[in-house]
Structure formats: structure tokens, C-alpha cells
């Protein structure tokens, strides 16, 4: 589906995500990190790439020099080096790999390999799935199993199939063309639901399907607060604009758990919501 939406041609009638708005966002994340990060990478002493999110983007090739001059997509060609000479000459490799993805709106932990190996182990135990552990969470405003029937948790299993009239959404499935898609849920935090900070929701998706947290939030309730594709209250994403809490999408990544690739010891990464 990435593929498509950022290589296929686009006219004004196709729902595809136009290119040039995906540098333009790409140049504005990248710039932000940027300025806030540049002015602290030499306090008190030089920073390495690896230790920064701005020299992890850089090493992933998102140079917005180079980039935003040429509108393609990262090339990472300074920091993709030669695999097998390094492991003849015992040195490590200097790169790192995306293991996983977020949607686009989606905050929180990400995991990245630093070599060939440990990324080969990592995404075999991220397709493999039980070896990993995801915890999210998300803020609404409308909850019935809750407000109707005080129930604190449990899970949600509709099967979930992509959408046949919009090609970057997905949808309820409930015949043999839908993939089996389950999400656990528990309430966090409770209170008046007209404050501005609604419930929290902790989901853990059992699968992983595209979207599968947002569409079972919006089918079960009202939807996670900011989404500009599912919900009772669609909102137009704008990055820019962080006066309005619901111009974010309030979904975050907030822990991830697996073996370390090396090691097979657990390690465990948390992040706190931004919102």
C-alpha cells in the first residue's frame, strides 16, 4: 500500500496521498527535529548520530538538504555500507533498519536494528508475533461498553478487510473476505466525559492489521480522538496546529517488549503520550 501511495501517479480525482504533500510533511517533521535538536547535539561534548533522533534520520537518509532539493525519497546511500566486507573485517555495520511501522499520525516507541542480523531476527519475530508484546493507548470521548455497562474491559473481534471504495482505508468485514482481527481493551482512566481529556483506552492488538486499533475504536465507540479517517468526528490532520487537542490523532505507542536479538533476554521500552 506504501508503495502505491508514494510512487503510483496521481491525478486530483484519486484518493492516493499526492507525493508532494508526503515531502512537504517529510521536510516539515524533519526540520522541527532539527531545530530543536541542532543546538544541543554538541552539550557538553559532541553527539554520534546513533544517540539523536536528527542523526537517526540522517543515517535513514532523510537529509532535507538533499532531499527537499530533489523530491525523491531517501536514497541513504553515505550510510549503506558494504555487509559482507565488514563482517570479513569484523566491523559493525554502520546503518540502521526499520524494523516496524506506525501510521503516520501515530505517536510513541519505534524499534530500529543497528545491523543486517539483528534486523533479520526482529522482523521474523514481528511476523511471528509471540515473541512481542504492544501496548497503545488511546483517548475518546464515547465508550459504551463502559458508560452503558461498566465494563472495564475486553476484547473486540470483527474481522477487518480493505475498504473497496477508498484505497488507504480499511473497514469492517464481516464475510469470508475479512481477516480475523482481535484487540484487547481496558479502561485507564474514567471520568466525566465532557472534559476536554475524555477516557484512555489500553489496547493490546492480538493481530495486525492496518488501522485495526482505529476502525475497532470507531466501531465500538466513538472513534480515537484527532482520527481524520474513522470516528463519529472526522478531523482534517493538521501538524501545524497544536492549539486544538483534537488535531492530533490521541493514539500512542506507549510500550513495546521482546527479546533482544542477541542476547534473548526481554527488554521493554516505554514512551508517555504527548497528549
Not at 507525493?19 to 557538553?44: A, D, G, K
Not at 569484523?90 to 519505534?110: N, Q, W
Not at 531476527?121 to 515473541?131: F, N
Not at 516505554?270 to 497528549?275: A, C, D, F, M, Q
Amino acid at each position: 500500500n506504501q508503495r502505491r501511495i508514494f510512487h503510483s501517479n496521481v491525478n486530483e480525482k484519486s484518493p492516493l496521498i499526492p507525493t508532494h504533500y508526503f515531502f512537504s510533511i517529510v521536510n516539515q517533521v524533519y526540520s522541527q527535529i532539527e531545530e530543536r535538536q541542532r543546538p544541543m547535539l554538541n552539550l557538553p561534548e559532541p553527539t554520534s548520530h546513533e544517540e539523536s533522533a536528527l542523526g537517526q534520520l540522517i543515517m535513514l537518509g532523510f537529509d532535507n538538504k538533499r532531499n527537499k532539493a530533489t523530491g525523491t525519497l531517501p536514497a541513504n546511500k553515505e550510510y549503506r555500507p558494504n555487509y559482507s566486507k565488514q563482517r570479513k573485517e569484523g566491523k559493525p555495520a554502520d546503518s540502521i533498519f526499520v524494523v516496524h511501522r506506525l501510521d503516520c499520525e501515530t505517536s510513541g516507541v519505534m524499534v530500529f536494528a543497528r545491523n543486517q542480523e539483528a534486523a533479520s531476527v526482529l522482523s521474523r519475530a514481528w511476523r511471528e508475533r509471540d515473541q512481542v508484546e504492544k501496548t497503545y493507548l488511546a483517548r475518546i470521548d464515547r465508550w459504551p461498553p463502559w458508560q452503558e455497562k461498566q465494563q472495564s474491559q475486553g476484547s473486540i473481534d470483527l474481522p477487518l478487510a480493505p475498504s473497496q471504495t477508498e484505497r488507504i482505508k480499511w473497514q469492517v468485514q464481516q464475510d469470508s473476505s475479512g481477516k480475523p482481527s482481535k484487540t484487547l481493551w481496558k479502561i485507564q482512566k474514567s471520568g466525566n466525559t465532557t472534559r476536554s481529556n475524555g477516557l484512555v483506552l489500553i489496547l493490546t492488538p492480538v493481530t495486525g492489521r492496518t488501522h485495526q486499533l482505529r476502525i475497532h475504536c470507531a466501531a465500538v465507540g466513538s472513534g480515537i480522538e484527532g482520527d481524520s479517517l474513522y470516528g463519529d468526528n472526522l478531523v482534517e490532520w493538521k501538524p501545524k496546529n497544536t492549539k486544538i487537542a483534537s488535531s492530533r490523532l490521541c493514539l500512542h505507542a506507549q510500550k513495546l517488549m521482546f527479546l533482544h536479538p542477541e542476547t534473548g533476554e526481554k527488554v521493554e521500552f516505554i514512551s508517555s503520550p504527548p497528549w
